[in-house]
């Protein structure tokens, strides 16, 4: 009996869905998965996965639940799942096997080679027990069709009349159709409630009539953000509206940080403040935007700029500005396939092992969960603005965050960037990649030097790290009356509240023998 009713408050949790908004999601961040290819089952041949032969690895929706921790270390908040709904499943097309999910055939079943509807709801509790979302990839406007004449009754749609006429490869849905508009709400409401899905991804949102998506999101009761493709940002803005979605992937600032950060690129650092700048009146409510470097569509960020540290700029660039941060399973060990097929690697063969990229996207993870709940000037619904832009890089500041990117590169350079931000001299200020100090100067700049390469700096005041356990901020900060600089990397610097601040710095800095090293 005592047993029985200890479980009852996890039980109602873990069936309980978050039944999450768009204000929900913006605190989140998301590391999106193609099921089939993230784990293996206990067992199987790692050596047998080509991305080349378009076919199925083995992936599962309990292999994905199996493997969590290696997605919550690295402080991800949501998993984006491709979809779950039953594919074609005739003989193999010239376009390969449907191992990604997006050949819908029935909507109304579930696809039975990523597992039961009572592993679908395991995937779902899991996360939630975790503290994660969870969001499906749906695809509703078109279903596969492998010949020019399908056979509708497999369809959940069985009537030839609910379509559009022949289009190439797909028999598109008629979604101005009442029925169909019905139809797809109570299948989507029945969906997200079964499963206690907690937003949704709507896959080629802009190949859909006006007026379809608010009774599709309304019925399904959760955040939806579509996929709309393409750079142009008044197209894109059109989409996130009271007539159409919550959000959308972030295409246009996709292009733009391809056009400041690949290397070899343009190199046009400009591309980034002009599409800012046109956000600013274009867009709804730019803070919902879904942010990402890479998907199932686009080549790898590294299969088109060869530079470890411009995939890591322009990734602080999307965690640190407005925006939903999203990782496609991969990005974190490197992955550098070209296009479809090539961008659906098995994940197996990393090992999942520990690298600088993961712990680059741990570290902007943490600190991006800590500044959500817990800045004092409301960081999440602060707007990203531009400090400093430069041929070598620029300077955004979002809340207390200032973020100095550049495009040089690993190497290191005689390239040094002056940045103007509101904070007053002798401010001390963390960052919290390197967890190296710098010290505001006169009229607020702050100095950043590339003799070490090109690394990303996030520079907070130091005061606001205190509690966070970022950068070993543990410890008091330093009180900084001096102006000069301290390396607290390890965390080491503990300075007693009663002795004065700017007389104990000089004497750890000597002790250190850190004195005159003052700019990095
Ligand atoms: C940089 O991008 C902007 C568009 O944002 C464009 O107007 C400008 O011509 C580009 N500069 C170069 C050198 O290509
Ligand atoms: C880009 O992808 C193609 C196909 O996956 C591969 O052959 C090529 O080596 C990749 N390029 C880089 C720079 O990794
Ligand atoms: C990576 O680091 C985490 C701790 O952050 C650890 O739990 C995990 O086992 C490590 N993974 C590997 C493959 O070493
Ligand atoms: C913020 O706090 C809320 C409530 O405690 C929690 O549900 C959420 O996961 C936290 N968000 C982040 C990003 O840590
Ligand atoms: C770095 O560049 C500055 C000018 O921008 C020059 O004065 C200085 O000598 C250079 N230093 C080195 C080590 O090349
Ligand atoms: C002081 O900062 C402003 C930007 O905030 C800049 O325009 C100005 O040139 C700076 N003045 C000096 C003397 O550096
Ligand atoms: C940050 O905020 C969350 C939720 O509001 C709270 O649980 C957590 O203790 C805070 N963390 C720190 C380090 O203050």
């Known amino acids: 009996m005592r047993s029985f009713l200890r479980l009852l408050p996890s039980l109602a949790l873990l069936q309980s869905a978050f039944a999450a908004t768009a204000e929900d999601w913006r605190g989140r961040s998301i590391y999106q998965v193609i099921v089939d290819r993230f784990a293996l089952p206990e067992g199987a041949d790692p050596t047998k996965c080509d991305p080349g032969a378009q076919t199925w690895c083995g992936g599962t929706w309990n292999t994905l639940r199996d493997n969590l921790d290696y ?299 800590y500044l959500v709940n817990n800045s004092t000037n409301d960081w999440l619904h602060s707007k990203v603005q531009v400090l400093t832009t430069d041929k070598h890089g620029l300077a955004i500041m979002k809340g207390e965050v200032v973020s100095i990117l550049t495009n040089i590169g690993s190497p290191p350079a005689n390239v040094s960037l002056a940045v103007y931000t509101p904070y007053s001299n002798n401010l001390a200020m963390t960052d919290i990649l390197s967890c190296r100090q710098y010290v505001v100067g006169s009229n607020g700049t702050l100095s950043v030097e590339y003799t070490l390469g090109g690394q990303a700096k996030v520079i907070v005041p130091t005061t606001s790290l205190q509690n966070s356990g970022i950068c070993g901020a543990q410890i008091q900060a330093v009180q900084q009356t001096t102006g000069q600089l301290a390396d607290n990397a390890a965390g080491r610097l503990s300075v007693p509240h009663s002795l004065a601040g700017g007389l104990v710095l000089s004497l750890v800095l000597t002790v250190l023998g850190l004195v005159g090293n003052l700019v990095m």
């Open 71 to 369: 997605i919550q270390d690295m402080g991800f908040t949501a998993v984006w799942i491709s979809p779950v709904n039953q594919n074609y499943e005739g003989p193999r097309t010239p376009y390969g096997d449907a191992y990604h999910g997006y050949w819908i055939a029935d909507h109304s079943q579930l696809n039975s080679r990523f597992g039961t509807a009572e592993d679908l709801k395991a995937l779902s509790d899991e996360l939630h027990k975790r503290g994660m979302y969870l969001m499906v990839d749906v695809v509703v406007n078109d279903v596969m069709a492998p010949s020019m004449k399908p056979d509708y009754s497999t369809y959940m749609f069985k009537d030839q009349s609910l379509y559009h006429p022949y289009c190439a490869i797909s028999w598109d849905l008629d979604t101005e159709n009442p029925t169909v508009v019905a139809g797809f709400s109570s299948w989507v409401k029945d969906m997200v409630t079964t499963y206690a899905i907690d937003g949704l991804r709507i896959d080629a949102a802009k190949h859909v009539g006006p007026g379809f998506w608010p009774q599709f999101c309304g019925a399904a009761g959760v955040f939806c953000i579509g996929e709309v493709f393409g750079s142009d940002i008044d197209e894109a803005a059109s989409y996130q509206s009271d007539t159409e979605l919550d959000s959308i992937l972030n295409y246009p600032m996709y292009t733009a940080l391809m056009d400041a950060f690949a290397i070899p690129g343009e190199l046009n650092t400009s591309s980034i403040t002009d599409t800012l700048d046109a956000y600013k009146t274009k867009f709804k409510d730019p803070g919902l935007l879904g942010n990402f470097l890479e998907n199932q569509d686009l080549p790898r960020w590294a299969n088109v700029s060869v530079d470890p540290q411009s995939m890591y700029n322009a990734m602080v660039f999307n965690f640190m500005s407005d925006g939903i941060p999203i990782v496609y399973y991969g990005q974190e060990q490197g992955f550098s396939g070209n296009a479809d097929p090539w961008n659906r690697e098995p994940l197996w063969p990393s090992k999942y092992a520990n690298n600088s990229a993961t712990a680059m996207v741990a570290s902007l993870n943490q600190f991006r969960n």
